[in-house]
């Protein structure tokens, strides 16, 4: 029997970053609903304890849960390093996370030289540690917190001359140590890609796990009979728990019609 599911798939990142998953998200499966949660308001996560960061995802995979989410997309890597293994015991739903994509970088990587570039969070959690020994045992690993990016993505600041000195600060280790693989470990980061192309050498490749999530995500959705059978587009919410809705709308553009977005408490 094939069945059809048209409840809505339920996102949520520790602000606006986590709108670069649901971008690749909606693209993959355009009939499917979605509804996103930016807790902007307790962003950043990166610098919070693995205690707190487990909270904040109990609460928002309760409040997704609660509008009638039907699989759980963590599109944040700090919130996923830090607590998938507790969102999957906790819950029956399918949860689906994001961790840096240092497999496939290290894989590919010629000068055995990869950078990452996530948060404070990401980088010294035991899942980062475990990936990192796994994959990287024979070669450079450049590790950089991206310090202060979150906030300012946050504001929406991606191009600002600020943003442009930080970044160069980040990268110069990175060049140093001529790595050809630049890894993005936060969800935030690919709003930073056209900058960090003019910053990097040409020669280095900048990836992230977005479409890897999205294919994950509709790889569990088929597997669990969740697809929705809709030959229509999907309807979009986007909640954030800041009273503008301001950075979300600038983000996410015009990237899928239906799309409604507003100010909510959770
Ligand atoms: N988008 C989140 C991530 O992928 C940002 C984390 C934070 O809020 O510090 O890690």
Redesign the pocket.
Known sequence: MTMSDSRPIGIF???V??TSIWKEITSLMPYESTIYLADSL???????SPEEIRALCQKNTDYLLSLGAKIIVV???????NAIGHLRATYEVPIIG?EPAIKPAAAQSENKAIGIL?????LNSQLFADTSERFTRDMDLIEVEGKGL?PMIENGDIHSEKMVALLRDFMKPMIAAKIDYLVL?????PYLIPLLKKILPASVKIIDSGLAVARQTKAVLQASGLRTKATTLGEHHMYTNLETTTTLELLVGNHMPNTSFESKSF
């Open positions: 990142d520790s602000g970053g986590g307790h962003a950043p996560y990166g610098s919070k599109a944040c890597n700090t919130a996923t390093t994001i996530a948060t404070k969070g990401t979150v470990g936060c969800s935030h980061y």
